[in-house]
């Protein structure tokens, strides 16, 4: 079966430091992968995705995600947090074949500290 | 932004009655998909739509019903709601022609069952 792990449901870093949030897939083919944010309140907003091609994506707000197929991973990278960027960060999964599904994981919520 | 409405945005109910939520798009998209969000859980996809009329369930359709008469609206009924719906419920829409297998999402509707 089709799933995503996002292994920490909490993570805090301090501002200005690097951040990764993790992003583990389960998927018999190359998958499409994304990256939303979620800010309390909010809708979510797309922050890069993967279709194919080079594997380390650029996305908004200065974040970055790298595609391995050997690890089946998909890790969100930002080298420079802002206070700004504390959120909710979900990692999903589009199949690409037979009827067209998407798959969440559980979620990642970051905190800033100043 | 797509062209992605979800009505109501907020509704209060009580145990038992039916509640219908809908989602209208302007994008003639193909695939139509109603998820939850609940703390914890990340996004659940209840059912989708592959065109009008064509249906099937995701991973949590209990209690759910879905109809789609025509290509713009795709609505999600709860039958008799209870406590355990109570959640936040987002539309989205994808073309996946294969250029473009993004996932748009709605607003959101706020649904409190008391």
């Known amino acids: 079966a089709q799933s995503v792990t996002q292994p920490d449901i909490h993570i805090t870093v301090s501002e200005g430091a690097s951040l990764e949030l993790r992003c583990n897939y389960s998927?018999?083919?190359?998958?499409?992968l994304f990256w939303y944010v979620q800010s309390p309140g909010q809708g979510l907003q797309l922050l890069l995705k993967y279709f194919s091609g080079d594997t380390l994506v650029q996305g908004i707000k200065g974040f970055e995600a790298e595609f391995k197929r050997s690890q089946s991973s998909f890790n969100l990278r930002k080298p420079s947090v802002h206070w700004s960027d504390a959120a909710e960060y979900f990692c999903?999964?589009?199949?690409?074949?037979?009827?067209?599904?998407?798959?969440f994981g559980t979620g990642t919520r970051l905190k800033v500290l100043a | 932004d797509a062209g992605i409405t979800q009505s109501p945005r907020h509704k209060v109910t009580e145990t038992g009655t039916p509640v219908t939520l809908r989602c209208h798009q302007t994008?003639?998209?193909?695939?139509m998909y109603w998820y939850r969000q609940d703390p914890g859980h990340g996004l659940r996809l209840i059912h989708y739509?592959?065109?009008?009329?064509?249906?099937d369930k995701g991973e949590v359709s209990d209690g759910y019903s879905v109809s789609r008469s025509k290509t713009e609206d795709f609505l999600l009924t709860l039958e008799s709601a209870t406590s355990s719906q109570t959640s936040v419920y987002f539309c989205a829409i994808s073309d996946r022609t294969g250029r473009d297998p993004e996932q748009y999402f709605g607003p959101g509707t706020r649904l409190t069952v008391t």
């Open positions: 994008e003639n998209h193909r695939y």
């Open positions: 998927y018999g083919a190359t998958p499409y």
């Open positions: 739509s592959y065109g009008v009329k064509d249906t």
């Open positions: 999903a999964v589009g199949t690409t074949s037979g009827t067209y599904k998407y798959i």
